[in-house]
């Protein structure tokens, strides 16, 4: 089958993020849930924290990061603050945080959201939603989409934020 | 920004914290000795061997991990961060012999920065258990055990 262009284009600069999200965050991560990567991302619609519906498919056109948190995990708490500045910095470039708890309890998470002042919107997660992406089991899990709703990278752990704001920063170069 | 919060970790256990070499605090799990970790291959290689001794596997994490995926064999306590979770490890072990090989584990997050191990160990250690050993998931579960392809079963 012959190729156009702008899809080896496509096709290496998928492998090239993919290539670039092993080497910041470990291949091991990366390759957990590889079945996710440059697949859709599984879709959504839950109730936010506010009584709003939030559905995944809304935000097509937008670079998505969904990040898997709870309050009992310290390092969750060190990226949020850093997720909301993202969040003022790249919004109008097309950015749009989503945090997903996996507290049991939502008393606990409004709780924070507004020491933290987040300023994203937040749902309350299930095992059902996280087997969707491929299982939450330990804590901090982000995984960043692009604007046509493909998953292009996943951090699992306790990360650099600078190795995801590389990433970022590509993906909302991308049209 | 992370890396400048890390902990660092120093002789006889000690923590790097305000500008001092410190005894971690019994909430950390850094405050479990070495000598009672046991490593993520070593309880696998216990549990697919035939005839060795298993021990009582108690998660002392948090219930919707515990579903998506856990050790076979293991009963989910509940966290040990919490006094309800700490509670049922309490009732869980009261009528075990102190004698009983228990293993204890977590995973939800680094170990340095999980807030159930260390008051879990300490309770039991308190409750006179002289065979507990503190399953050490350094990353997390998913890291530390799944992706090593070791066992695990999913459920309530």
């Not at chain 1, 190729?3 to 991560?29: D, P, Q």
């Not at chain 1, 969904?66 to 993202?86: D, G, H, K, R, Y």
């Not at chain 1, 790249?90 to 606990?108: D, F, K, R, T």
């Not at chain 2, 596997?57 to 293991?74: K, N, Y």
Request: glycine content about 8%.
């Amino acid at each position: 089958m012959r190729r156009t262009g702008l899809e080896r284009g496509r096709i290496l600069f998928a492998g090239l993020l993919l290539a670039a999200c092993c080497a910041a965050c470990g291949a091991r991560s990366c390759f957990a849930a590889g079945s996710l990567l440059n697949k859709e991302a599984p879709e959504f619609v839950r109730k936010d924290l506010n009584g709003a519906t939030l559905n995944l498919a809304h935000y097509r056109g937008k670079v998505v990061l969904l990040n898997f948190w709870a309050t009992w995990c310290a390092p969750c708490q060190v990226e949020m603050p850093i997720f909301s500045a993202w969040q003022r910095r790249y919004g109008p470039q097309g950015l749009q945080v989503i945090g997903i708890s996996m507290n049991e309890e939502a008393a606990p998470v409004r709780r924070l959201s507004a020491r933290l002042k987040l300023n994203y919107p937040l749902v309350m997660g299930s095992v059902q939603l996280a087997e969707r992406y491929g299982g939450v089991l330990g804590l901090p899990l982000t995984y960043l989409i692009d604007r046509n709703g493909r998953v292009r990278a996943r951090f699992q752990g306790q990360t650099d934020p600078i190795a995801i704001e590389k990433q970022l920063r590509l993906l909302l170069s991308q049209p | 920004m992370i890396a400048a919060l890390a902990i660092l970790l120093g002789p006889q256990g000690k923590v790097w914290a305000a500008g001092q070499w410190a005894s971690p605090s019994p909430e950390s799990a850094l405050s479990i000795p070495k000598a009672q970790l046991m490593q993520p291959e070593e309880l696998n290689h216990l549990l697919i061997t035939r005839g060795a001794q298993k021990p009582l596997l108690l998660d002392v994490g948090f219930r919707m991990l515990f579903d998506e995926s856990h050790i076979p064999g293991s009963e989910f306590v509940g966290p040990a961060a919490r006094s309800d979770g700490l509670s049922a490890l309490r009732d869980r072990v009261q009528p075990l012999k102190r004698s009983t090989f228990i293993v204890i584990y977590c995973g939800c997050c680094p170990w340095s920065h999980c807030p159930n191990m260390g008051p879990a160990y300490h309770l039991l250690q308190s409750m006179g258990f002289t065979h507990v050993k503190a399953l050490y998931l350094p990353e997390n579960f998913e890291v530390d055990w799944i992706d090593k392809g070791y066992l695990t079963e999913r459920g309530q």
